[in-house]
């Protein structure tokens, strides 16, 4: 079954008891049981719950995975990735990743013993110094927040196979309709589902899709101990938003391309952050492991001040400024003190990320409009 065909009709069924088409919002807490233990398969929806349990089916489903397991964020599923582990064991990460993962791993976990370790992994070869017996789990995004440096996950997933490592793939950015990493070797599928997979940045939920049965079964007791889990609506909502996915991404790409090569010919723009570029480091990778480039940008200017990029910032109308990506309108953001701002700057800077860089989602309205917005913006 094509991804397109999967996006709408994986895990819904008609609701047997009306013929709905679309998966009720199963509003309810508790479940009736005919005598202890003797039930429908629901008990207490912090368990289980039918629209969750349809979105888990279909969110397994389109990466190409045996399991989908829900959360109430995309950091809530972070955080049940972590705990996985135990005090002593060491996380290898991609150096350049969204702040919010860089906190919960500094700021969280560390006071538990773990202990992470930052690298460029744009050559997969730099991961093997890094690597020693504690190391047991390998985190990366590629592309990544918000430089867009790609990372080559079947080259990364070779190693860890070899030391035995977990490798998590946070895939928020490329979603499945760009890149299954699952398909590449790794164990584990992070997804913040309020961004492209909700598309519509009206809901707040986080996904982890695995193919292995007994990884799925730690982390499915620890979504039921630990209780991060989505309400009904939330997972109404993604499967409405997963339905859509694939016509929604192939206008992200095209208007991607439109406006990433309008800003690289713009006198006043001095970078061009994309990894459609056939110069962009690490093209031929993404080339490889994704079926195109995605609507996410981020760029600076010639002027390389914070009073240029605020008023390119404050500028826009049809951007607007706001936190998040991957809705179907385009959001224009500040990472040094928006999304990135829990990330200390002498570490931003090491991966390129100076105070005014500007990160763009572009989303799906006409692209001549989001060209022009950014034309008066820029001046």
């Known amino acids: 079954m094509k991804l397109g065909t ?31 233990g003797d039930h429908k398969g629901y008990e207490y929806a912090r368990t289980q719950n039918p629209t969750r349990d349809a979105l888990q089916n279909a969110l397994a489903a389109i990466e190409n995975g045996s399991h989908g397991i829900s959360f109430g964020s995309g950091l809530a599923a972070t955080d049940a990735v972590l705990k996985l582990l135990a005090p002593g064991d060491e996380v290898v990460a991609s150096s350049d990743l969204y702040g919010g993962t860089f906190r919960i791993f500094t700021k969280v976990f560390a006071k538990y ?13 730099a991961l093997r110094p890094q690597l020693n017996a504690r190391t047991k789990m390998i985190w990366i995004e590629t592309p990544t927040n918000p430089m867009l ?7 990364v997933a070779a190693i860890a196979k070899e030391k035995n490592i977990l490798l998590a793939v946070d895939n928020t950015f490329a979603s499945p309709y760009l890149q299954n990493p699952l398909d590449l070797g790794a164990n584990i599928v992070v997804h913040s ?46 499967l409405r938003g997963l339905k859509t996915l694939h016509v929604r991404m192939q206008r992200h790409c095209e208007n991607g391309e439109t406006v990433a090569r309008f800003l690289r010919q713009h006198p006043k723009v001095n970078k061009v952050y994309w990894c459609g570029f056939e110069d962009h480091p690490n093209h031929d990778i993404a080339k490889k492991q994704m ?14 001040s914070m009073d240029a990029a605020l008023k390119v910032l404050s500028g826009t109308k049809l951007f607007s400024l706001a936190e998040s990506l991957g809705g179907v309108e385009s959001l224009i953001g500040h990472p040094a003190s928006m999304t990135h701002a829990s990330i200390p700057r002498e570490e931003r800077l090491k991966n390129g990320l100076t105070d005014s860089l500007i990160r763009l989602s572009v ?11 950014l034309k008066k913006a820029i001046g």
């Open 6 to 36: 999967k996006l709408i009709h994986a895990g819904v069924e008609p609701d047997p008891s009306t013929g709905a088409i679309m998966t009720p919002i199963f509003q309810t807490s508790t479940y009736v049981q005919a005598a202890p």
């Open 291 to 304: 079926r195109g480039f995605g609507g996410m940008i981020s760029f600076t200017l010639k002027d390389d």
């Open 113 to 125: 013993g773990i202990q992470f370790h930052f690298t460029d992994l744009r050559d997969a070869e």
């Open 149 to 155: 440096n790609i990372i080559d996950i079947a080259a």
């Open 193 to 238: 589902a309020t961004k492209y997979l909700g598309g519509h940045s009206d809901v707040v939920h986080g996904a982890v899709i695995v193919k292995d049965e007994a990884l799925a079964q730690q982390l499915y007791f620890i979504q039921n101990s630990c209780g991060a889990v989505p309400g009904p609506q939330d997972c109404f909502l993604v």
């Open 363 to 373: 989303g799906i309205e006409d692209a001549s409009d989001l060209t022009e917005d």
